[in-house]
């Protein structure tokens, strides 16, 4: 039973154009949602994070936007650059909960073209 | 200077064997995790220890067995290894066991069982 789902196996973008990457969530409990990003042969990287009392976050080019009526949320990335080009894991969890973790979604790898 | 450093980066072993993989931060953080990427690219936590405690164990068989001996340690052993133990295996830690804490990864090691 998937909690997140990331239903894009892959997004193919142009150098300087918007990425929109999409994560889909089921447990209406989740209150707090975070963006990895993982290169090849590395260990995933935090990328940014939403809590449910907002609907959006933005640092510098990655901007999460979170719909929490459709249990849905996007990553923005503004422009897309080359060195973007990786795979993208959404997570979600409840916060405070003490030995509570995040639930990870599988990943969507985007690949930007120069 | 790696922050969480796993060891080692690939093992290939033959079904039956035991085997450990290490990992250590030097982040001074007090909680570190076991996770398990499957073939189908989810990350999956297996444990969490918060200083040397365990507070984390999802239904993980009990062949493998976490061990940390400092805060700055969680090693993971496996015994009995079957075939669908092959997987990448992260390690990483956060600040404390909270949502809200940035988790960071080590770079993965890669277990194949033949």
């Known amino acids: 039973d998937q909690q997140v789902k990331q239903n894009s196996p892959s997004l193919s973008v142009q150098e300087g154009r918007i990425s929109i990457l999409n994560c889909d969530y089921t447990?209406?409990?989740?209150?707090?949602f975070l963006w990895y990003k993982k290169y090849p042969a590395e260990g995933p990287t935090f990328l940014i994070s939403?809590?449910?009392?907002?609907d959006k976050n933005e640092d510098g080019r990655f901007t999460v936007f979170l719909n929490k009526s459709a249990k849905h949320l996007s990553l923005h990335i503004v422009p897309s650059q080359p060195g973007d080009s990786a795979v993208y894991f959404c997570?979600?969890?409840?916060?405070?909960?003490?030995?509570?973790?995040?639930?990870f979604g599988p990943g969507t790898r985007l690949s930007v073209l120069p | 200077d790696t922050a969480v450093s796993q060891t080692p980066k690939y093992l290939v072993t033959q079904m039956g064997n035991d085997k450990s993989i290490k990992c250590e931060q030097n982040?001074?953080?007090?909680?570190m995790y076991w996770y398990k990427q499957d073939s189908k690219k989810f990350l999956k936590i297996m444990f969490s220890?918060?200083?040397?405690?365990?507070?984390i164990n999802e239904t993980v068989p009990n062949r493998f067995s976490p061990k940390s001996p400092d805060k700055a340690h969680l090693n993971l052993h496996i015994n009995s290894l079957e075939l669908g133990d092959s997987a990448v295996y992260f390690c990483?830690?956060?600040?404390?066991?909270?949502?809200?804490?940035?988790?960071?990864f080590g770079p993965g090691t890669r277990l194949t069982v033949l």
């Open positions: 220890y918060n200083n040397k405690e365990l507070i």
């Open positions: 447990n209406s409990m989740f209150d707090y």
């Open positions: 982040l001074g953080h007090d909680t």
């Open positions: 939403i809590s449910s009392i907002k």
């Open positions: 997570a979600a969890g409840r916060i405070g909960n003490y030995g509570q973790n995040f639930v």
């Open positions: 990483a830690s956060s600040p404390r066991g909270r949502l809200d804490n940035e988790q960071f």
